[in-house]
């Protein structure tokens, strides 16, 4: 069965450097690949995705993701870590058998200090 | 102008009571689901329908029943609601791989 991991609940960053969260993924076929992010009381926004192509994707806010094929990771990351990046943020792979189903991983709260 | 609403924002009601949660997009897409996140963040999918027919329905109680009235509409009622149903629940639509959350329904159950 398809799952992601976030093996790290918490990230911990000083504003201005550069900030990784990471993702591992377990899938029989090609991988669908997305990162979110939830802010405080909000719902979840969507960051990037890799579908196919180049393995260095980039989304919003400044966020770019890489796929590594042979780690089977889609590590999120950010050359210059802002406050406002704080937030929760979910990796989630595309269900083979639903290809409307994205199954979450459990999130990772990053925490930029000033 | 908000692509995906929903309604109520807080959700405060007893034990044994029936309340239903409303969901609309704008964004014509064909696709739309519910979620719920718990206590602990983690999200899981519950429902999800396509041009109104229901494609998919994970392992969730039966008091649970969602209803498509059009493909821009995606309601979720609750029946005898438990202790255990407080949570958060987003809705969200896609049109292709990409879904697009609502705000989310805090629901406490007291």
């Known amino acids: 069965a398809q799952s992601v991991a976030q093996p790290e609940d918490q990230v911990n960053v000083a504003e201005g450097n550069p900030l990784t969260v990471k993702c591992t993924y377990s899938?029989?076929?090609?991988?669908?690949l997305f990162w979110y992010v939830q802010y405080p009381n909000r719902g979840l926004q969507f960051l990037l995705k890799?579908?196919?192509?180049?393995?260095l994707v980039k989304g919003s806010y400044g966020f770019e993701a890489e796929f590594n094929k042979s780690q089977t990771s889609f590590h999120l990351k950010k050359p210059s870590a802002l406050v406002s990046d704080s937030a929760l943020y979910f990796c989630?792979?595309?269900?083979?058998?639903?290809?409307?189903?994205?199954?979450f991983g459990t999130g990772t709260l990053l925490a930029v200090q000033p | 102008d908000t692509a995906v609403s929903q309604t109520p924002k807080y959700l405060v009601t007893q034990m044994g009571n029936d309340k239903s949660i409303k969901c609309e997009q704008n964004?014509?897409?064909?696709?739309m689901y519910w979620y719920k996140q718990d206590s602990k963040k983690f999200l899981k999918i519950m429902f999800s329908?396509?041009?109104?027919?229901?494609?998919i329905n994970e392992t969730v109680p039966n008091r649970f029943s969602p209803k498509s009235p059009d493909k821009a509409h995606l309601n979720l009622h609750i029946n005898s609601l438990e202790l255990g149903d407080s949570a958060v629940y987003f809705c969200?639509?896609?049109?292709?791989?990409?879904?697009?959350f609502g705000p989310g329904t805090r629901l406490t159950v007291l």
């Open positions: 329908y396509n041009n109104k027919e229901l494609i």
């Open positions: 899938v029989s076929g090609n991988p669908y």
């Open positions: 964004l014509g897409h064909d696709t």
């Open positions: 989630a792979v595309r269900d083979e058998g639903a290809t409307n189903k994205l199954i």
């Open positions: 969200a639509s896609s049109l292709g791989d990409t879904q697009y």
């Open positions: 890799y579908i196919t192509g180049d393995n």
